[in-house]
């Protein structure tokens, strides 16, 4: 019980400096997109800005200073823009598969840098460039970028309703731990990293409740996948458990003292519990499906989870302090 009021405290404490950190990042972001050369300034669509604006905001303000925290090493304005030019390429590159359908072999030239007249593949070359000239690993980026194309390549798969649920969760797993590598290439490497496996698995986390969370969205747009077609609460929630215990293990068994990896954990924690509110929101959901889980039947409002009420924010930390407890 003391423990779990500590961290409750704890993150209530870290609340102000992640609020902080996010700001900053946004500034950074607005920043990067109003000194643009103009002949990239051509992206046609709102929703473009507004992915390039949520990885480019989400992942360096909160994993990429998590991941810097943990090694003991300065997130400096280098590491910055890193990691948020590689970020922000993630909402172009996505699109290339799916709004605009482009082939691999189309996808595999832009990655290797030929030229273009595609807007979109213009504005993800130039993120790569810049995040590459100033990544701490950009060889190692290089080949993770090819692999996190070929997660992407893969996922196709999820276009098909015949696609059998644990190769929806291979392809979630393979998608959101690529990218997270990926991510990881920005910084500098030490003895004190967080070893792959532990990347890996924030990454297939963050994925599986990113899929959690767009369930709605992913079905209006075809997409199946392994959070979408779980029947059964209990099973997505179980599996979703399990990747929390895998993640706290990996971090137990670190080469990090103690103290930074909790200092990680702690950081860590209100993202990756925040699926488990979204889990409740939509069990309580079911109870109009005699307690299944089919999201075909739902309506919008039942599978969306706003995550800005104060309910849900409690409920946030009340699963975060919970899980830091099994550390």
């Not at 019980?1 to 946004?26: C, D, E, H």
């Not at 929806?168 to 920005?186: N, P, T, V, W």
Request: charged content about 25%; glycine content about 4%.
């Amino acid at each position: 019980m003391w423990g779990y009021l500590r961290n409750i405290i704890s993150l209530f404490v870290l609340a102000p400096t992640i609020f902080r950190r996010v700001k900053r990042q946004q500034k950074f972001v607005e920043n990067i997109l109003e000194t643009l050369p103009d002949t990239y300034k051509r992206t046609p669509y709102t929703e473009d800005i507004r992915k390039i604006k949520l990885y480019g905001i989400s992942i360096p303000a909160l994993m990429g200073e998590a991941f810097c925290s943990f090694c003991n090493i300065p997130y400096s304005e280098k590491e910055r823009s890193a990691i948020t030019y590689f970020a922000m390429l993630t909402g172009p590159f996505d699109d290339l598969f799916d709004r605009h359908e482009m082939t691999d072999a189309q996808i595999s030239h832009l990655l290797e840098m030929h030229e273009t007249d595609n807007t979109q593949g213009k504005l993800l070359q130039y993120f790569f460039r810049k995040g590459l000239k100033t990544a701490s690993q950009p060889e190692t980026a290089q080949q993770t970028a090819m692999r996190v194309f070929a997660a992407q390549s893969a996922a196709r798969a999820q276009k098909s309703a015949t696609t059998e649920a644990d190769i929806l969760k291979q392809l979630s797993d393979e998608k959101g731990g690529a990218s997270m590598l990926f991510y990881r290439c920005a910084l500098p490497g030490n003895k004190k990293n967080p070893d792959n496996e532990l990347v890996y698995q924030l990454g297939a986390a963050g994925q599986l409740a990113n899929d959690i969370f767009d369930i709605y969205k992913d079905l209006q747009e075809g997409i199946y996948t392994f959070a979408n077609q779980c029947k059964s609460i209990e099973i997505l929630r179980s599996e979703y458990q399990q990747q929390l215990q895998c993640i706290a293990t990996l971090i137990q068994q670190s080469k990090n003292n103690v103290e930074s990896a909790k200092t990680f954990a702690l950081q860590c924690a209100p993202v990756l519990t925040r699926a488990l509110v979204a889990l409740d929101h939509y069990e309580k959901a079911c109870t109009h499906t005699n307690g299944n889980f089919d999201p075909a039947k739902l309506t919008r409002k039942q599978l969306i989870c706003d995550m800005e009420k104060p309910a849900n924010i409690f409920k946030m930390i009340h699963y975060a302090a919970k899980w830091l407890t099994t550390l």
